[in-house]
């Protein structure tokens, strides 16, 4: 009698405890090394397809996968996924966020240790014939000052183990709250002061389009010619040619490098800098994380074949078209509001309260919770927030959400708001769509009107009304030869306080957002790009 099981393709290796799992409950084939179009041709016969970071799972794969129900990546990482095309086809997409965390952890303490000690080129010196021992003076990680720039889940590990050193903690990260950095023996600071002040810094955020080169010339210019910088995380966060620069330049004393832009690579002018040590992206290369990471996935695509949810979906669950339909457009918007609240928002998140009055209140708003704390997070947490796990990546970082509902709205058929509550007080930006299009409609206190095009920047200016105001940054504009295509003014009372947002065709610099924020009586300027 024919196997009546569903069939799964396992396209890289990957740990036997997780293919023990799968066989448990399918039929597994190992076939290892296929190249794109060979999947393809084969991939109709499967239900699920599991790989690593070696195979790219192609628009082509997953239209000829007509029986797919999940592709798997044994790991963290899916940009070798072509999840848009996955979730057109209504195939689940999964990962295991959290097999690598303590391995990723552990590497970035060992690249710390390694720095501090010289120990590559000791070892290279010693091996050579070369008793070098006065040349490779170390310092103590004892009594020094550990950066770390995100702590989402491998940068809470790295602190946990840092404490064993007897360091300090800095971190940097807007939105875990304060009792969960106390509990991590973690002073949360600005990017700033956590440059100038660490003797160490460690990387652990996603790369995006904000974070990518996020470490260029003006960051390492701030760091102590002592510090030394490690990147386990992603390739592209570090600007490479200043990194090279300022090591060599001595303004920086060492880096260690485990991630690069485009991998495998064997050539980069990283390699020629003694005091820069490279590993081929190991973070995740321990027996322990293998095999975590296998397992995690593998029970999750039995899961999936039982009929139950996947706790690590990367793509967003089956939605109700109609509800899809009404929503999709407060979607966009949601993502537009998170890019505006985060920009304003001072000091250390605590809580997100999210309100939906008018028409949309009658929905099912998961979908919005989602896009917003997902908004809120981007370029800040390494996991993808999605409907599965957004609640529960909020409450790892301390964060209280709050969804509030109301079937009249007095002014719009329909008005999303984002209010964020900070260490430092409430920010909120509130939206709504007409004839598909997104608009701003409240900032704080001020109503307005704003229609955000892609593309485009807003600058907010806080400030007393008084006459003169408008012609005094026209001018600062005008001569930097910057662009204003739309102003908004918002204000409470006559020569009260007020809000100027303009509408920019181009950024503009740090130097000329100085000379706004030096007018008389302008409290803050803040710049978002959309």
Known sequence: MADQRRKVLIADSISEEGINVLRSEARVDLKVGLKPAEIAAIIGDYDALVVRSQTRVTAEIIEAGKKLQVIARAGVGIDN??????????????????????????????????????????????????????????????????????????????????????????????????????????ELVDLKQLLRESDFITLHLPLTAQTRKMFGPRELEMLKPTARIINCARGGLIDDESLVKAIREKKLAGAAIDVFEN???????????????????????????????????????????????????????????????????????????????????????????????????NFDTNVLKAAVIGGLLEGICEERVNLVNCNLIAARRGLTVVEEKDAICENYASLLTVEMTTSSGTYAVAGTVMHDESHIVRVNDYWLDIVPTPGSYFLFSDHLDRPGFIGAIGKITGDADINISSMHLGRLKRRGQ????????????????QQILAIPDVYSVKLVGL
């Open 263 to 361: 991998e495998p690579i064997t050539d980069s002018i990283l390699f020629g800098v003694d005091n820069i040590i490279v590993t081929p992206h190991l973070g995740a290369s321990t027996t322990e994380a293998q095999v975590l990471a296998a397992r995690d996935v593998a029970e999750q695509i039995v899961d999936v074949f039982r009929g139950l949810p996947a706790r690590s979906a990367i793509n967003v669950p089956y939605i109700p078209s109609e509800t899809l339909q009404a929503l999709a457009p407060f979607v966009r918007l949601a993502g537009t509001l998170c890019k505006i609240v985060f920009r304003l928002a001072e000091g250390q998140g605590k809580s997100i309260r999210i309100k939906y009055e008018g028409d949309i209140a």
């Open 498 to 513: 007020a809000l100027l947002v303009l509408t920019l065709d181009e950024p503009i610099p740090e130097a000329i957002q």
């Open 81 to 186: 996924i072509d999840v848009d095309a996955a979730t057109r086809y209504g195939i689940v997409v999964i990962n295991a966020p959290t097999g690598n965390t303590v391995s990723a952890a552990e590497h970035a303490i060992a690249l710390m240790l390694t720095l501090s000690r010289n120990i590559p080129q000791a070892n290279a010196a010693l091996k050579s014939g070369q008793w070098r021992r006065n040349e490779f003076m170390g310092t103590e990680l004892r009594g020094k000052t550990l950066g770390i720039v995100g702590l989402g889940n491998v940068g809470s590990e790295v602190a946990k183990r840092a404490q064993g050193f007897e360091m300090k903690l800095l971190g940097n990260d807007p939105l875990v709250s304060m009792d969960y950095a106390r509990k991590l023996q973690v």
